[in-house]
């Protein structure tokens, strides 16, 4: 497998981080996940100005990312994987320095880490179809979920206990709000309203969630943007987690209890074949 580290390309196996890396050391990165669907990288401009905000954020000396999408592209194709279904990982940290706290004076150079791999798209479509289960759990992450920054442990320890209660998703409730799952944004539909926890610090700007939202006004499809509060989640019709490796997947049952029918219901199937076409569209250029 090829990938690129500090602007070579070379085998995976031997790229060599120093230890010194602060990505290592504080998880003083931040990443992008992008789809590849046969080439085509769904929303590149998105993820890069997603990007950008995070290293603008946390005040790196790169903030224009813009030189990925070329190394996207060569990477998907080194590795013969322009024709098929992909992601595309990077993640950028602010560099080698001395472990101190504080900003390595003078600033040391980013370093930027990108590879890909296969995607299993049968999996995911067979989820898509069928539905998940999901659970809650309080949300104890760090107060800006609206950066995508690498230190993900509170994520990775939800969506563990996620995977030992047979679950595939964890959703995050702060304060009686449900606000996102450990690595997708939620919607639920309430009274043929579809409704998604407003953009904050609490949650992070989702590239599909995006997407979704401007299917919505094609569709005529009325949107809430406001807090879901957990005790109403009861009474929703439908669930949803929203990303770019789940795309619209329906949540079918919420802590062993069922959603609506069981079933994933209509708003959520308008909205994934209307996904699809959009992601049809990428061969037209009109995205």
């Known amino acids: ?165 047979d679950a595939a998703e964890a959703i995050f409730v702060r304060d009686g709000v449900m606000l996102e799952g450990s690595h997708t944004n939620f919607m639920a539909v309430l009274d043929n309203i579809l409704v998604t926890a407003p953009l904050s610090n609490y949650i992070l700007g989702g590239i599909t969630r995006k997407a979704v939202l401007e299917i919505c006004r094609k569709e005529h499809i009325i949107v809430a943007e406001r807090p879901i509060f957990e005790q109403e989640s009861r009474r929703a019709s439908e669930m949803m987690v929203i990303g770019s490796s789940t795309e619209i997947t329906p949540v079918i049952a919420l802590d062993g209890q069922l959603v609506g029918d069981g079933q994933p219901g209509p708003m959520t199937r308008l909205l994934q074949h209307a996904f699809a076409r959009e992601i049809e569209n990428l061969w037209e250029g009109s995205l």
């Open 1 to 165: 497998m090829q990938a690129y580290y500090n602007g070579i390309f070379l085998p995976k196996d031997e790229i060599r981080i120093s230890p010194d890396d602060r990505g290592f050391l504080f998880a003083d990165g931040l990443y992008e996940y992008i789809r590849s669907y046969r080439g085509r990288l769904f929303r590149l401009e998105d993820h890069i100005r997603r990007l950008n905000y995070g290293a603008e954020q946390m005040r790196f000396t790169t903030t224009d990312f813009s030189f990925l999408g070329e190394i996207a592209a060569k990477l998907l194709t080194l590795n013969a994987l322009h024709s098929a279904e992909a992601s595309v990982y990077f993640q950028v940290t602010r560099g080698v320095a001395p472990r101190r706290h504080a900003f390595p004076l003078p600033s040391p150079e980013i370093t930027v880490y990108g590879t890909v791999s296969p995607f299993d798209a049968i999996g995911a479509a067979r989820k898509r179809k069928s539905g998940i289960r999901a659970i809650t759990v309080a949300d104890f992450r760090w107060a800006r979920c609206d950066i995508k920054a690498t230190g993900l442990t509170a994520n990775i320890l939800a969506n563990q206990r996620a995977v030992e209660e």
